[in-house]
Structure formats: structure tokens, C-alpha cells
């Protein structure tokens, strides 16, 4: 190899470690600030590991033509030193502010989220709920009024055809009597009211 080659593979093998203190403490910041993700630790150490090693591995099969020495590793750690000498405390400082930023964000989105869009159709809703059951109410009130004096009248008529055996006629619609009648009882248990 030339001595071109190998001050080039030199600086990519600084670089590279250079670049795995930057990105470790990056991911490190970001995900040490949360305590709620304490599970993934030890999955994403893995995973960084993993993908600096596969890393490492390509960029000296590039540079160097896949050959491994102590020296290059001794390298790597030089670019790492001189990164965390540098430039640590910048790239803590900036993922730091950065995270703080993003979780701002966040919590300002779902802020406007409850108070622009949540809320008012949860109230909507609350209001068309008590709308209904008002108007429920009022309906209910009338229908009394209504059916009150006719309860003798109706009593009578009904007692007539089950005298006559008419009570089972064909044609009859009991399947949506029923279904009426269950809704009623549904919305009278919602309401709290007894039939």
C-alpha cells in the first residue's frame, strides 16, 4: 500500500472512531433523558454495537482491502480520544438541546390538540348528549299526556282481541316492537329512569 493510501486509511480509521463517539453519545443523550424507556437500553446498545461493528468492518474493507491490524484499532481509538477531548461536550450539549426541542414540540402539538380539537367535540358531544336526553324527556312528558286518558280506552281494545284471539295475527311486526321496545329500555336505564 502507499503511503498516500495509508495516511488516507489513517484519517478514514480516525474519522470513523471519531464519528462512533459522536453517534453513541448522541443516542446516549437522547435516550437516557427518558426514564419510561428504560427497556430499551440494553436493545439498543446491542443494536449500536452491531451496526458500529458492521461499520468498522466496511469501511476497512473500503479503505484497506479488508485487512485487520492492532494498529488501525489503536488508530480508531485516536480519532475517539481527540473526539472526546474536542468536541463531546458540544455534541452532548446540541442532542440535549435538540431532544429538549423535539419533546417541546411534542408537548405543545398535543397542548393545542386537546385545547383546539379534543375538548370542544368532547363538549359537543356533551351538549348534543344533553340536547337529546332533554328532548327525550319532553317527548316522554307528551306521550304521557297523550296516552294517559287513552290507557283505559287502549286497555279495553287490547283485552278485546285477546278475547277474540286476534292477539297473533300474521302480518304483525313484533320484531320491530321489540327492537323499539329495547332501545326504550336502554335509553331509560342511561338516563337513570325506571319504565
Known amino acids: ?90 455534541v452532548v450539549r446540541s442532542a440535549q438541546w435538540v431532544a429538549g426541542a423535539v419533546t ?20 359537543g358531544c356533551r351538549l348534543l348528549l344533553a340536547a337529546l336526553e332533554g328532548i327525550l324527556r319532553i317527548l316522554g312528558f307528551f306521550e304521557n299526556m297523550i296516552l294517559w286518558p287513552l290507557g283505559p280506552v287502549i286497555g279495553w281494545v287490547q283485552k278485546r282481541a285477546e278475547d277474540r284471539g286476534e292477539a297473533e295475527r300474521p302480518g304483525r311486526d313484533d320484531e320491530g316492537r321489540s327492537w323499539w321496545k329495547t332501545a326504550r329500555r336502554w335509553l331509560f336505564r342511561r338516563l337513570g329512569r325506571k319504565e
Open 104 to 123: 417541546y414540540c411534542i408537548r405543545l402539538g398535543r397542548r393545542l390538540w386537546n385545547a383546539l380539537i379534543r375538548r370542544p367535540v368532547a363538549a
Open 1 to 90: 500500500m502507499p503511503v498516500q493510501g495509508q495516511w488516507m486509511a489513517v484519517v478514514a480509521l480516525a474519522g470513523c472512531g471519531a464519528a462512533l463517539g459522536a453517534g453513541y453519545d448522541l443516542y446516549n443523550t437522547i435516550l437516557r433523558g427518558r426514564r419510561e424507556w428504560r427497556w430499551v437500553f440494553p436493545f439498543a446498545d446491542l443494536a449500536f454495537w452491531a451496526a458500529a461493528l458492521a461499520g468498522v468492518f466496511r469501511l476497512l474493507l473500503v479503505t484497506v482491502d479488508g485487512e485487520m491490524r492492532l494498529s488501525f484499532l489503536a488508530v480508531m481509538g485516536l480519532g475517539f480520544g481527540l473526539y472526546r477531548i474536542w468536541v463531546h461536550a458540544a
